[in-house]
């Protein structure tokens, strides 16, 4: 099977909508919401899960000074069949916009392949949260590939191959081209994943984005986790537009 989803945030007059929505196939997206000054969606998997030779993208548009939100409705599983399956997602932020993706867990089956491209393209002062949550069963192989680029310079490259064992991969990366910002990000976030129970994390940084990489046994704690930093971010940003 095959699904994909295309979104167009824009703003007037100071508030942000979704200018166009498309999706097919399996995947849908859920009515636009009103979140204090972001346009909240809910992008949704109506099958069982994700099946081996399934193909599914999101090519998703952030104008200048729009805000978008987009969430997961649950937890994906991917099972296991004859060939791979895989996501591909384009996130692009004009100036000033804002994009928060905070996804559910991707849950791998016994023996399934998986692979995850993401490509983030930020202009100007614009800022993108993107994470990830995946948990990997024996036998099976989730293979992740992440490209950050400011104004097309690359600010941060992620190639990540998870097999079982590892439980619960969290990964939280932050694009923005402000130093100032992403020094007050990265204190955010620190002691907020020092004093995360049951999960072993870090953050780091590049020139252009700060990232989080955390492990738990389980996919509850790392859920707890990206709530409370992507909560964290958005209540300072939030601070910093009504300032």
């Known amino acids: 099977m095959t699904g994909s989803i295309a979104l167009a945030c824009a703003q007037r007059g100071g508030r942000s909508y979704l200018e166009r929505i498309r999706y097919d196939g399996l995947w849908r997206v859920s ?12 992008a949704a998997h109506l099958g069982p899960g994700i099946i081996g030779g399934d193909r599914y993208a999101s090519d998703v548009r ?8 987009v969430t997961g409705q649950m937890a994906t599983p991917v099972y296991a069949r004859d060939g791979e399956s895989s996501t591909d997602a384009r996130w692009d932020v004009a100036p000033g916009g804002s994009l928060v993706v905070r996804g559910e867990p991707l849950m791998l089956d016994a023996r399934a392949r998986h692979d995850v491209h993401t490509t ?11 994470t990830d949550i995946v948990t990997v069963a024996p036998g099976a192989l989730a293979r992740f590939r992440t490209a950050a680029r400011i104004d097309g310079r690359l600010v941060a490259r992620d190639a990540c191959d998870l097999r079982a064992g590892a439980g619960a991969i969290t990964t939280l990366l932050v694009v923005c081209a402000s130093a100032e910002r992403r020094a007050a990000f990265a204190a955010l976030l620190e002691p907020i994943v020092a004093a995360a129970a049951d999960v072993r994390g870090g953050v780091g940084a590049t020139d252009g984005a700060v990232i989080v990489r ?7 704690p790392a859920q707890r986790l990206v709530a409370a930093c992507v909560g964290a971010l958005r ?7 009504a300032a």
């Open 120 to 130: 983030i393209d930020v202009a100007g002062d614009g800022c993108a949260i993107v």
């Open 31 to 42: 009515r636009p919401q009103r979140d204090g000054d972001d346009v909240r969606v809910v």
């Open 62 to 69: 952030v104008a200048a000074g729009a805000r978008l939100v």
């Open 235 to 241: 209540v300072r940003e939030a601070a910093a537009v």
């Open 214 to 220: 955390a492990t738990s046994a389980r996919v509850w």
